[in-house]
């Protein structure tokens, strides 16, 4: 009588263990030991009623990835709301957030928040022409991407984004830092 074994989950199910004798906890202190800057990525999901929806997450996981094409990389939570969108949205927005823009970061890092409508309700910015996501307005640097490509790393997508437009509102201004659990000054 052949025995019907149950069918091998998907390799992106397998739990992939830690090196030996490195645990979740002290990974995360040592990350946390790397200052990091804070962005805030934007993308506009038009199937999200009658005129779309904005959507924006904060990330400290960004960074330049080449000059020649230019391109960048962040990291987004696998299955989130922003990694869903920009698996079927190209084209997406960066701004770089300045050290006064700390509440910014913090509304869209919240868990379990509200609407991202309400979260964009009373902050200026204005509409990328390439993305149609929203550029912030008093942030350092705004970046305008299209997704070139996506590789699944663990627990997280790290999406690669060519550079199709930048802008450099404000010229001056400290960014805004992530070090050791927190918001930080520069200096």
């Known amino acids: 009588m052949l025995q019907k074994t149950a069918p091998s989950p998907p390799v992106t199910d397998l739990a992939i263990p830690h090196a030996e004798g490195v645990s979740d906890d002290e990974f995360r202190a040592a990350m946390s030991r790397l200052a990091a800057g804070v962005v805030l990525v934007t ?3 038009p199937d999200d009623g009658p005129r779309g929806e904005d959507v924006g997450m904060t990330a400290t996981a960004f960074l330049s990835v080449s000059l020649d094409p230019p391109l960048v990389l962040v990291s987004l939570r696998n299955g989130s709301r922003m990694d ?6 190209p084209v997406w927005a960066v701004s770089v957030l300045a ?11 919240m868990k379990g928040r509200v609407s991202d409508r309400l979260l964009f309700a009373d902050l200026p910015y204005t509409r990328g022409e390439v993305s149609g996501a929203p550029l912030l307005g008093g942030a350092l640097t705004t970046l305008e991407c299209r997704t070139e490509s996506r590789v699944v790393a663990g627990d997280h997508t790290l999406v690669i984004g060519r550079v199709l437009s ?3 509102p404000s010229p001056d201004g400290e960014p805004l830092t992530y070090f050791r659990g927190r918001y930080r000054r520069l200096g």
């Open 99 to 109: 050290e006064s823009q700390r509440h910014v970061a913090g509304r869209f890092a």
């Open 43 to 45: 993308a506009h999901d």
């Open 84 to 89: 869903d969108l920009l698996e079927e949205v």
């Open 166 to 168: 930048v802008g450099l």
